[in-house]
């Protein structure tokens, strides 16, 4: 591997996202107002504990950010972190402990449980789909079709679950697709080929009229084995193979493996957990799946509750 896509860290943006959707969650609950249920029949000064249970085995994410969901929330809430994020865990065991104020412990519950459930969902099925691949040469991939808004902190998720991160946003990486070759057509007549369209891309990014701190790479999809040459030839970092069957990825990789070899090629489309691994062994270096992050289901964690 050459250079990847920065991987998704707990970094500044990804701790400001949090705390943007954690005010947001709040708002959801409370509507700037107060949890009324909580304020009828607790009274005040009364404390409590509460443990994470994990009700289901998987792979958490997100309880390396309970500290900052707790500073976000302005509550006076101790906590102790028994497991740590990409951890795998078993159903029963305890992910972390609470204690506080009872009024507080019982109006962050959901906002924390939410987080995390869908975040070691994420984690969990990005494992599944990790632990499908063994013994290739594939890599997973995220991809953009994230919520709208918890795309570093789903990314970071797919980190925990040992998947790789794609490219965060349209900024910090060149992919050119089809829909991009078909604008061209306006003013060329015809479908601009991918060999151009690669050339033009590494022409903007040296001209300097953008600064990058990394040189972007430059990929491109294409969606049939006619385009292959095309793209080899002006030799971006990647190519995209779109919806290809599995005999169709074979003869690209090895016509890649003969006439441009340090070109990577990745797979995508109609990839799921029946497909993923037929997929990898036709020899692509990576496989990127949407339905890391668009079709995760929560991985079930309780808030078991106890009085102290």
């Keep these: 591997m050459k250079h990847d896509y920065q991987p998704q860290t707990i970094d500044p943006p990804l701790l400001d996202d949090l705390s943007q959707l954690v005010r947001l969650a709040l708002r959801e609950d409370l509507d700037r107002s107060m949890d009324i249920t909580t304020m009828a029949i607790v009274p005040a000064g009364l404390r409590g504990s509460a443990s994470l249970i994990a009700r289901r085995p998987g792979i958490v994410a997100g309880i390396d950010l309970i500290e900052a969901m707790l500073q976000e929330m302005d509550v006076q809430i101790e906590w102790s972190q028994l497991v740590g994020d990409g951890q795998e865990v078993q ?83 060149i992919l050119i697709k089809d829909n991009h070759l078909a604008c061209r057509a306006v003013v060329e007549g015809k479908l601009l080929d991918p060999a151009t369209a690669v050339q033009l891309a590494r022409t903007f990014v040296a001209s300097g009229g953008v600064k990058f701190d990394t040189p972007p790479m430059i990929e491109i999809e294409i969606d049939r084995r006619e385009q292959l040459e095309s793209a080899l030839s002006a030799a971006p970092d990647i190519v995209l193979l779109d919806n290809m069957s599995n005999a169709e990825l074979s003869e690209c990789v090895a016509i890649r493996d003969r006439t441009a070899p340090n070109v990577e090629l990745e797979a995508s489309g109609g990839v799921n957990l029946r497909t993923i691994a037929g997929i990898a062994g036709t020899g692509v270096d990576r496989i990127s799946v949407g339905a890391l992050t668009h079709s995760a289901p929560i991985l079930d964690i309780g808030l078991d509750w106890s009085l102290v």
């Design 91 to 173: 159903a029963g065991q305890n992910l972390a402990n609470l204690s506080g104020e009872a009024r507080e412990l019982l109006t962050c519950e959901r906002t924390i449980l939410n987080f995390v459930c869908r975040l070691s969902g994420i984690a969990t099925l990005t494992r599944h789909y990790v632990d499908a691949v063994q013994g290739t040469k594939a890599r997973v991939y995220d991809t953009r079709k994230t919520t709208p808004g918890w795309r570093r902190i789903e990314k970071y998720a797919v980190r925990c679950g040992g998947g790789h991160n794609h490219r965060l946003g349209l900024h910090d990486g």
